[in-house]
């Protein structure tokens, strides 16, 4: 489902419980998001509100990844890309409680690209 502001503090707690993780995830290694200090519920949701326009406009599309319960439990995002060797930049995360999940939902969302999106080449960096 699209990231989108009515996920606020689903979305702010589980990145928020899981920091460490997220920024030890391929793709994240190295960034400045999620930031170490976190950030104000505020603060996510102009982020999640930059999402949402971002994918209005489809100038990029941020996916949260939700439990049969409707609890985040992680986000995929698909933006083009900076690199002029690929078509898209995807990266996703998935909670500290439910680090168990990461390799599925990377087999699950490059499976989706392959399939449903008009990419010949992505930068999605592989689980090892």
């Known amino acids: 489902m699209p990231l989108g502001p009515e996920h606020n503090e689903p979305d702010h707690a589980a990145w928020s419980a899981s920091i460490e993780h997220v920024r030890a995830t391929p793709g994240f290694r190295g960034n400045d998001w999620p930031p170490v200090e976190g950030m104000s519920l505020a603060a996510n949701l102009l982020d999640l509100e930059r999402h949402a326009d971002d994918y209005a406009r489809r100038a990029g599309f941020t996916y949260t990844v939700l439990a049969p319960d409707d ?11 900076r690199d002029e060797r690929f078509d898209a930049d995807v990266r996703s995360w998935v909670r500290a409680d439910r680090a168990e999940l990461d390799a599925a939902l ?12 008009p990419f ?4 999605y960096p592989d689980r090892g």
């Not at 609890?71 to 890309?81: A, E, K, L, Q, T």
């Not at 990377?106 to 999106?117: I, K, N």
């Not at 010949?120 to 930068?123: F, I, M, N, P, S």
Request: glycine share 4%; with cysteine.
């Open 71 to 81: 609890d985040v439990i992680g986000c995929v995002y698909i933006y083009p890309s």
């Open 106 to 117: 990377h087999a699950a969302v490059s499976r989706w690209l392959a399939e449903d999106w």
């Open 120 to 123: 010949a080449t992505v930068d």
